[in-house]
């Protein structure tokens, strides 16, 4: 048994949850996938996975033995990458997935001067709102926004914190009046943000009261910038991430209300994989996440 082959093989069975799927990952057949697994499990004396015709599961002692397996096997890249000067400089393609609306209103303008400064540096950005499954998906990087990141095992690096504003054109409100605190809401014609975790009701928070309004929508959509046409149409108002709406709102065009009132903020991260972390290319573009984002 070749014990470095087994041990990839056992990790991209565990991250994968599939047989099949970390076979073409490897680049080796079903039956050379379950052939180190079963000679890895005869080695270390216990079962590892359990599995049928339909489905796999981590046993208890394979839970355990991943965990020491992905930090060993962590350590000997790291030791491969710190030993290895072509790595030196950033190189090869990173798969990176970012939703659209902050790629489009912060990024994609400096992304072009990133890729100059590394000329064997090659980008494949996924525009995506949705939230993607890093290790199943092949990614290198996701930028994500959340209140909740759910999956520990992932590294997330803070970018910025986008508070979040109430806001529509002054039009709309000649037309319908200032909301003048959250219940009338419930009177207005609200445009929703279909992919948020607050998409359904929205939060308010005044010293120690609290109030929650459900929101009825004529109007759903899974993108920001959607929103934002909507609202400079006239349309209705939203509760929007105030870096999309910041330029219209200084220009007139957007008016927010019910400023006295907090509501949600949400983090905005770089994800990645820890085995991933010490990556040059990967590193190179944290830096410049971090570097955009402070401005």
């Known amino acids: 048994m070749d014990r470095y082959t087994a041990l990839q093989v056992?990790?991209?069975?565990?991250?994968?949850?599939?047989?099949?799927?970390?076979?073409?990952?490897?680049?080796?057949?079903?039956?050379a996938i379950s052939k180190n697994i079963a000679e890895l499990e005869a080695f270390v004396g216990a079962r590892l996975i359990n599995r049928t015709t339909r489905r796999m599961a981590l046993t208890e002692e394979g839970r355990i033995y991943l965990e020491h397996v992905t930090r060993g096997l962590d350590a000997l890249a790291e030791a491969d990458d710190a030993l290895s000067p072509i790595k030196k400089s950033p190189s090869g393609t990173l798969r990176v997935?970012?939703?659209?609306?902050?790629?489009?209103?912060?990024?994609?303008a400096a992304i072009p001067g990133f890729l100059s400064r590394y000329p064997d540096l090659k980008l494949d950005l996924h525009l995506d709102d949705r939230r993607v499954d890093l290790v199943k998906e092949g990614f290198d990087l996701a930028i994500r926004g959340s209140d909740n990141l759910?999956?520990?095992?992932?590294?997330?690096?803070?970018?910025?914190?986008?508070?979040?504003?109430?806001?529509?054109?002054?039009?709309?409100?000649?037309?319908?009046?200032?909301?003048?605190?959250?219940?009338?809401?419930r009177a207005h014609n609200c445009i929703r943000f279909s992919l948020s975790g607050h998409a359904d009701v929205w939060e308010f928070t005044q010293g120690e009261?609290?109030?929650?309004?459900?929101?009825?929508?004529?109007?759903?959509?899974?993108?920001?910038?959607a929103i934002r046409d909507a609202l400079r149409a006239g349309f209705g108002l939203s509760l929007i991430?105030?870096?999309?709406?910041?330029?219209?709102?200084?220009?007139?065009?957007?008016?927010?209300?019910?400023?006295?009132?907090?509501?949600?903020?949400?983090?905005?991260?770089?994800?990645?994989?820890?085995?991933?972390?010490?990556?040059?290319?990967?590193?190179?573009?944290?830096?410049?996440?971090?570097d955009e984002f402070s401005r």
């Open 241 to 290: 991430p105030y870096p999309y709406v910041e330029q219209d709102v200084n220009d007139g065009r957007l008016q927010c209300v019910l400023t006295d009132w907090d509501t949600v903020r949400t983090t905005l991260y770089a994800i990645y994989p820890s085995r991933q972390h010490v990556t040059p290319k990967l590193r190179a573009f944290v830096a410049f996440l971090i």
């Open 150 to 185: 759910g999956d520990s095992s992932l590294i997330a690096r803070p970018l910025a914190v986008m508070p979040h504003v109430v806001c529509a054109s002054p039009a709309y409100f000649e037309a319908h009046g200032i909301p003048k605190v959250p219940a009338d809401l």
């Open 97 to 108: 997935s970012a939703p659209m609306s902050v790629t489009l209103t912060r990024l994609s």
């Open 10 to 31: 056992f990790r991209h069975v565990a991250q994968l949850n599939s047989f099949a799927e970390a076979g073409r990952r490897l680049g080796l057949s079903a039956a």
């Open 209 to 225: 009261r609290t109030e929650r309004i459900a929101v009825d929508a004529r109007y759903s959509v899974g993108s920001s910038l």
